[in-house]
């Protein structure tokens, strides 16, 4: 059901406010081969980052 | 010969130590004083917390490490700090009381040519009536955590028997920070209940003392996704709705007795927050040294802030929030008065905090205090070193290194589970971690240095981290190829 991932938030509740994945979001998270090219772009602005800091 | 002594071994400490030890060679003496036989590598307790790793896994002893590195290694913690030496001795020296190594007890004077503190946090429980009684549990230590996963194993024993749990996890006071932590244990101790099947029959709330999930002691921050700059508030309160977790924002909590927390609001009201099972973070403090002058006066607060923690090159008359800046933070960590004594990681005096200082209207000041995470403080601790290594070679008066925490990034990678294949975690990195709004106006922050991202290639980032930062502690073959 396109719904399944929302229906435990109730209205006017303070999740009601926010947003929440979708289920292709949520596939995405946990598909091997897209982690395998957020691993390496995880890994990149790691490095980036470690570079910017050290003085 | 000089002697660098280093108070705490910590992940400032023991970074300042190894990279001291390796750089300076025999020819100059590296002492460590430190009340630990352990190294912990603390980012990991939380996974001790939930029973996915033993508390041997995330420690190590590390006599053998210092005997390898030619490091002089006092299991004692640091008393008092004199650094203009006494009467008859113009050699500034700290006390320190043995805590080990068959001398438990004993005292002693250790002379120092050079000085850095980094003792980080005194785990200050007993700043909330109850928080020191055992009602709750902390995650702050490697055996807190084991007790923490031995609680929470007889909590899911009872879900399993059918019977409805409260799980309260977060800050146990207005002032506390390490936000992070309550958060990443928060999303492990829900993924356990859906491994072990009992998921429905919890009711987990965060509370915090945030003024919005996701301030996590920085003002919060932003990134880019999905085509908008988002702010980690919605990040934040996504995570929490998405597995259907309640929070509680802007919270004082005021007293803990069995089952019950009872908590002060940002606006002013009351309220009780009921737990079968809670995980609060303290709030934390400097350790508690004193400071003499030669003459044997009291010197403690020209040496350190009030909450104990020393002082340094920062600037702590900045005055009211409006008035803040990037260039408050201290670069060289170097202590003003005696410029032989540095301060690394959690044990040096923020200027101020990170986000805006807030009250509720009974004056009661709920805001969360300067986050100092594992990668700064490490920074901090080799730059430290990296100073005081060119002071004793002779090379310069001055410190040559800088480690601000306006001036460098933080990642941070908080998992929800342990598992290759079934774990995610969120990833973020942010730079830089005080946010300076003079030159990034509007968020404070890099927008291309500031990231978040939740699955995973994060969660495998996690387990790296965790071994990496293990093998590199231990000083093993190529640690100086890994970074802070
Ligand atoms: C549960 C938890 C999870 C965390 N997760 C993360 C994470 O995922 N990522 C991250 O970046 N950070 C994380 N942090 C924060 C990180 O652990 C700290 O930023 C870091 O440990 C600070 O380093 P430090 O050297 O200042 O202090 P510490 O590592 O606490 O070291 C202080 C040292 O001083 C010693 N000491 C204490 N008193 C004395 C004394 N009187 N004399 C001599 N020595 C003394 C202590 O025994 C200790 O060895 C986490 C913290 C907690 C509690």
Same mark, same amino acid.
């Given at each position: 059901?396109?719904?399944?991932?929302?229906?435990?938030?109730?209205?006017?509740?303070?999740?009601?406010?926010?947003?929440?994945?979708?289920?292709?979001?949520?596939?995405?998270?946990?598909?091997?081969?897209?982690?395998?090219?957020?691993?390496?772009?995880?890994?990149?602005?790691?490095?980036?980052?470690?570079?910017?800091?050290?003085? | 010969?000089?002697?660098?002594?280093?108070?705490?071994?910590?992940?400032?400490?023991?970074?300042?130590?190894?990279?001291?030890?390796?750089?300076?060679?025999?020819?100059?003496?590296?002492?460590?004083?430190?009340?630990?036989?352990?190294?912990?590598?603390?980012?990991?307790?939380?996974?001790?917390?939930?029973?996915?790793?033993?508390?041997?896994?995330?420690?190590?002893?590390?006599?053998?490490?210092?005997?390898?590195?030619?490091?002089?290694?006092?299991?004692?913690? !640091?008393?008092?700090?004199?650094?203009?030496?006494?009467?008859?001795?113009?050699?500034?020296?700290?006390?320190?009381?043995?805590?080990?190594?068959?001398?438990?007890?004993?005292? $002693?004077?250790?002379?120092? *040519?050079?000085?850095?503190?980094?003792?980080?946090?005194?785990?200050?429980?007993?700043?909330?009536?109850?928080?020191?009684?055992?009602?709750?549990?902390?995650?702050?230590?490697? *055996?807190?955590?084991?007790?923490?996963?031995?609680?929470?194993?007889?909590?899911?024993?009872?879900?399993?028997?059918?019977?409805?749990?409260?799980?309260?996890?977060?800050?146990?006071?207005?002032?506390?920070?390490?936000?992070?932590?309550?958060?990443?244990?928060?999303?492990?101790? $829900?993924?356990?209940?859906?491994?072990?099947?009992?998921?429905?029959?919890?009711?987990?709330?965060?509370?915090?003392?945030?003024?919005?999930?996701?301030?996590?002691?920085?003002?919060?921050?932003?990134?880019?996704?999905?085509?908008?700059?988002?702010?980690?508030?919605?990040?934040?309160?996504?995570?929490?709705?998405?597995?259907?977790?309640?929070?509680?924002?802007? &919270?004082?909590?005021?007293?803990?007795?069995?089952?019950?927390?009872?908590? $002060?609001?940002?606006?002013?009201?009351?309220?009780?927050?009921?737990?079968?099972?809670?995980?609060?973070?303290?709030?934390?403090?400097?350790?508690?040294?004193?400071?003499?002058?030669?003459?044997? $006066?009291?010197?403690?607060?020209?040496?350190?802030?009030?909450?104990?923690?020393?002082?340094?090159?920062?600037?702590?008359? &900045?005055?009211?929030?409006?008035?803040?800046? &990037?260039?408050?933070?201290?670069?060289?960590?170097?202590?003003?008065?005696?410029?032989?004594?540095?301060?690394?990681?959690?044990?040096?005096?923020?200027?101020?905090?990170?986000?805006?200082?807030?009250?509720?209207?009974?004056?009661?000041?709920?805001?969360?205090?300067?986050?100092?995470?594992?990668?700064?403080?490490?920074?901090?601790?080799?730059?430290?070193?990296?100073?005081?290594?060119?002071?004793?070679?002779?090379?310069?008066?001055?410190?040559?290194?800088?480690?601000?925490?306006?001036?460098?990034?933080?990642?941070?990678?908080?998992? !929800?589970?342990?598992?290759?294949?079934?774990?995610?975690?969120?990833?973020?990195?942010?730079?830089?971690?005080?946010?300076?709004?003079?030159?990034?106006?509007?968020?404070?922050?890099?927008?291309?240095?500031?990231?978040?991202?939740?699955?995973?290639?994060?969660?495998?980032?996690?387990?790296?981290?965790?071994?990496?930062?293990?093998?590199?502690?231990?000083?093993?073959?190529?640690?100086?190829?890994?970074?802070?």
């Amino acid at each position: 059901m396109a719904t399944e991932h929302v229906k435990h938030i109730e209205a006017y509740s303070p999740q009601f406010g926010t947003m929440i994945p979708s289920g292709f979001q949520k596939w995405l998270r946990t598909c091997v081969l897209w982690q395998l090219v957020r691993f390496v772009a995880i890994n990149i602005k790691m490095t980036m980052l470690i570079l910017k800091s050290h003085h | 010969m000089a002697r660098l002594v280093i108070m705490g071994a910590g992940v400032a400490g023991h970074t300042a130590a190894s990279f001291a030890s390796d750089w300076l060679g025999k020819e100059h003496e590296v002492v460590v004083v430190t009340p630990n036989s352990q190294w912990n590598w603390i980012p990991s307790n939380i996974w001790v917390g939930v029973g996915e790793m033993s508390k041997d896994e995330v420690v190590f002893p590390l006599a053998p490490v210092y005997e390898k590195a030619g490091v002089d290694y006092r299991q004692a913690k !640091a008393v008092s700090v004199h650094p203009e030496g006494k009467a008859d001795s113009d050699a500034p020296y700290i006390t320190i009381e043995y805590t080990g190594q068959d001398k438990e007890g004993q005292s $002693e004077e250790l002379t120092y *040519d050079y000085l850095i503190n980094a003792t980080g946090p005194k785990l200050n429980f007993g700043a909330t009536p109850g928080l020191d009684a055992g009602h709750t549990v902390s995650v702050c230590t490697a *055996d807190h955590a084991v007790h923490a996963n031995v609680e929470l194993e007889n909590l899911i024993e009872k879900m399993k028997k059918g019977e409805k749990q409260k799980i309260l996890i977060g800050t146990g006071h207005g002032m506390c920070t390490c936000q992070g932590a309550a958060f990443e244990y928060i999303f492990n101790v $829900e993924h356990k209940l859906k491994e072990e099947g009992v998921r429905d029959m919890a009711e987990i709330t965060f509370i915090t003392n945030e003024s919005f999930l996701g301030d996590f002691g920085m003002g919060g921050l932003h990134f880019k996704v999905g085509g908008f700059v988002t702010s980690s508030k919605v990040f934040a309160e996504s995570l929490y709705a998405e597995r259907g977790m309640n929070w509680i924002i802007g &919270a004082h909590v005021n007293k803990v007795e069995a089952g019950k927390v009872t908590y $002060e609001l940002l606006d002013g009201s009351a309220g009780e927050a009921e737990f079968d099972f809670s995980m609060l973070i303290p709030p934390f403090a400097g350790v508690g040294f004193t400071a003499f002058d030669k003459a044997g $006066e009291d010197i403690t607060s020209k040496l350190f802030a009030p909450n104990g923690f020393m002082k340094v090159d920062a600037k702590y008359d &900045a005055g009211a929030y409006e008035n803040w800046k &990037a260039s408050d933070w201290p670069r060289t960590l170097q202590n003003p008065d005696y410029k032989n004594i540095f301060a690394a990681g959690i044990a040096f005096a923020p200027p101020h905090i990170i986000s805006k200082p807030m009250s509720s209207p009974n004056g009661t000041p709920i805001n969360p205090t300067p986050p100092r995470t594992g990668m700064p403080s490490a920074m901090m601790g080799k730059a430290v070193a990296a100073s005081i290594c060119d002071m004793i070679k002779g090379k310069t008066n001055e410190p040559t290194h800088t480690a601000s925490m306006s001036e460098m990034g933080a990642a941070c990678v908080a998992s !929800a589970g342990k598992g290759l294949f079934n774990g995610t975690a969120a990833a973020m990195t942010v730079y830089p971690i005080i946010p300076d709004f003079e030159k990034y106006p509007g968020t404070g922050r890099d927008l291309n240095g500031t990231t978040g991202e939740i699955g995973l290639a994060a969660h495998w980032v996690k387990h790296i981290l965790h071994h990496a930062f293990i093998w590199k502690a231990k000083l093993k073959p190529g640690w100086t190829l890994i970074p802070e």
